[in-house]
């Protein structure tokens, strides 16, 4: 799921009840005082090791990392960089220098010998974007840059195949705020010189798109694949529609996830053709082992408790963010971190709460629908109620109301095979891992400590997955977006993952949205007591007291909205011990965990 890279949160929460307005100097730490730690079969475990922290919050200062050498090269959407990190002593990172260019910095890759690209998006994201490419080894930014090429719109990831041939854009090319400018959705698929750290020419970038699978095109889009939403213009095509999300290769074929869609896109790299496209299908939450908590009022109206169970009718969309891949017995599998995402642009806006679908127009959901489930109103607040859906699915023309419901996202992660068998998915373990780890912060927000504030939308929302191998095992680490924290599976069988571990590097007594309300109101009542009544200068107070708060607090709150996770196995470690590297949006920070 994109994020966007200009916002910031200051909604009102409950936080401290007052906090001091002034401004302290950020602490490197290695961990919050109490991380949170729930061991599975105890194979192995997480340990923070260091920080680097960048004081921003909410802002993506800290999002793609991609470990080199004794490097870790970080993407700050809102500087537009890519900044440089020393962790040859993984417990003491230092920022060396950044790479910044036109636009916002999105991703980033490095091949082995030190060519890396850097993917931005254009100043006007419905534009086409352009790689970077640069030196990993060089000593500044200037000697750094080595020149670039211009991509599809929005390049949202970047990687670059194994045997470093290729470079892989995943051009998302989402609309703009209003709706009216929607580019076409597409891969790059930039030719590397194989030997040599220097940029690609203009001549060696190639697009695949969709136009073959639109009216009239060589190729049928499978049933399923979503393909919907109102646009001002005559024609809404395949191509504006699916929106490349995230990349994996394995050898010369790029497995794309279409997230929005539902979908995964299978890219020939020799001839930058989309050869397939699968639609991924949906998990039955009736299924025992496949529930959720689809209510922050459960189970009485103002009331909320752990209540993880099944419901007939009610299905998940897997909807895709991150992908990755490994090979078992001579057979590569697909890894997806299924966190969901809506279409939301302009006046469409996709999500809808069950118990609006009948007020907001869209019909009501059948009786039998409750009657399946045993309850007088599978509306209710306590049921379903509260819970967003698609509009868009479910609907009975005959019966005149919603036999079925479609949420965003399935809240766990699955393995593929690279013909699109589902062969593997977590189920509802993620929610009851998270439930037992930290109870009184069940599906808690990023930027806010609550309990369940995102149960009736995607609960933890697993955002990313790496992929690493450590004594002949096979991991996947996962990342989740909203609650924090990496779980560990162990998927060496890829039909039967096995929970391992659970860190979270998050101290919940400090929640930063409540820091910065309570400490813009404090200004703001201090400004009234003064006499000032000038608005820019009280909100000029507010910014003031904000940033104070947060320079303050934000050390202590620890990491906050996982987003990209790099598995650096021991050989390339600087300290001989296999290391992930995290980068988290949210808190703005980069951590390094070792893997005992």
């Known amino acids: 799921?994109?994020?966007?890279?200009?916002?910031?949160?200051?909604?009102?929460?409950?936080?401290?009840?007052?906090?001091?307005?002034?401004?302290?100097?950020?602490?490197?730490?290695?961990?919050?005082?109490?991380?949170?730690?729930?061991?599975?079969?105890?194979?192995?475990?997480?340990t923070p090791l260091g920080t680097h922290e960048t004081g921003v919050f909410d802002e993506s200062a800290a999002e793609i990392v991609q470990p080199w050498g004794d490097r870790l090269f970080v993407v700050d959407a809102l500087a537009g960089a890519v900044t440089v990190l020393d962790y040859a002593d993984p417990e003491s990172i230092v920022e060396e220098f950044v790479i910044s260019s036109d636009g916002v910095a999105n991703s980033v890759a490095i091949r082995e010998d030190g060519l890396g690209v850097i993917a931005f998006e254009d100043e006007v994201r419905t534009d086409p974007g352009h790689l970077v490419f640069f030196d990993a080894s060089a000593a500044d930014a200037a000697s750094a840059y080595l020149g670039e090429v211009t991509v599809g719109a929005l390049p949202d990831m970047v990687t670059i195949t194994d045997d470093g041939s290729y470079a892989v854009v995943a051009n998302e090319g989402e609309p703009d705020d209003d709706y009216e400018i929607d580019p076409e959705g597409s891969i790059s698929v930039v030719k590397l010189h194989p030997t040599k750290v220097r940029a690609s020419a203009q001549g060696l970038v190639r697009t695949a798109d969709f136009h073959a699978f639109e009216e009239g095109g060589r190729k049928d889009l499978p049933a399923g694949v979503r393909i919907f939403g109102e646009f001002p213009h005559d024609d809404y095509?395949?191509?504006?529609?699916?929106?490349?999300?995230?990349?994996?290769?394995?050898?010369?074929?790029?497995?794309?996830?279409?997230?929005?869609?539902?979908?995964?896109?299978?890219?020939?790299?020799?001839?930058?053709?989309?050869?397939?496209?699968?639609?991924?299908?949906?998990?039955?939450?009736?299924?025992?082992?496949?529930?959720?908590?689809?209510?922050?009022?459960?189970?009485?109206?103002?009331a909320s408790t752990i209540d993880i169970r099944t419901y007939e009718g009610l299905y998940g969309m897997y909807m895709p963010d991150a992908i990755d891949s490994y090979t078992v017995g001579g057979q590569t599998y697909l890894v997806t971190a299924n966190e969901g995402d809506a279409r939301e642009w302009g006046d469409y806006e996709e999500p809808v709460r069950v118990k609006d679908l009948e007020d907001d127009g869209f019909g009501p959901v059948c009786a039998s629908l409750s009657a399946a489930n045993g309850v007088d109103d599978i509306t209710d607040d306590a049921e379903l109620g509260r819970l967003n859906v698609t509009f868009e699915l479910g609907f009975d023309e005959t019966a005149g109301c919603y036999t079925e419901l479609y949420a965003f996202g399935s809240r766990s992660f699955s393995i593929w095979t690279t013909d699109g068998e589902l062969v593997f998915d977590s189920g509802e373990s993620f929610e009851q891992i998270t439930a037992a780890a930290a109870p009184e912060f069940f599906n808690s927000n990023h930027s806010e400590s609550n309990f369940e504030g995102?149960?009736?939308?995607?609960?933890?929302?697993?955002?990313?997955?790496?992929?690493?191998?450590?004594?002949?095992?096979?991991?996947?680490?996962?990342?989740?977006?909203?609650?924090?924290?990496?779980a560990v599976f162990d998927i060496t069988d890829p039909t039967a993952g096995e929970f391992v571990t659970y860190i979270n590097n998050r101290d919940f007594s400090v929640s930063m949205e409540g820091v910065v309300e309570d400490a813009e109101d404090l200004a703001e009542a201090q400004a009234e007591a003064d006499g000032i009544t000038d608005d820019d200068v009280i909100d000029g107070l507010k910014d003031e007291a904000a940033a104070a708060a947060i320079a303050q607090y934000l050390p202590q709150a620890g990491d906050l909205g996982p987003e990209g996770i790099a598995f650096i196995p021991a050989a390339d470690s600087p300290n001989g011990q296999p290391l992930i590297a995290v980068g988290n949006e949210v808190s703005g920070t980069t951590t390094v965990f070792a893997i005992d």
């Open 1 to 46: 799921m994109r994020t966007s890279h200009r916002r910031r949160t200051v909604a009102a929460t409950a936080g401290l009840a007052a906090c001091a307005l002034v401004a302290a100097p950020l602490a490197a730490s290695a961990a919050v005082d109490n991380p949170v730690v729930y061991p599975g079969t105890g194979a192995l475990e997480l």
């Open 237 to 302: 095509p395949v191509s504006r529609n699916l929106e490349p999300e995230y990349i994996t290769t394995d050898g010369s074929t790029a497995y794309v996830t279409l997230q929005e869609a539902n979908a995964i896109a299978v890219v020939n790299l020799k001839n930058a053709k989309v050869d397939d496209v699968w639609a991924l299908g949906v998990k039955d939450h009736s299924v025992a082992g496949l529930g959720l908590d689809p209510s922050d009022r459960d189970p009485e109206e103002d």
């Open 454 to 486: 995102r149960s009736e939308d995607k609960g933890p929302e697993p955002e990313s997955v790496a992929i690493g191998e450590i004594d002949g095992s096979i991991y996947a680490f996962i990342g989740f977006e909203r609650v924090g924290g990496i």
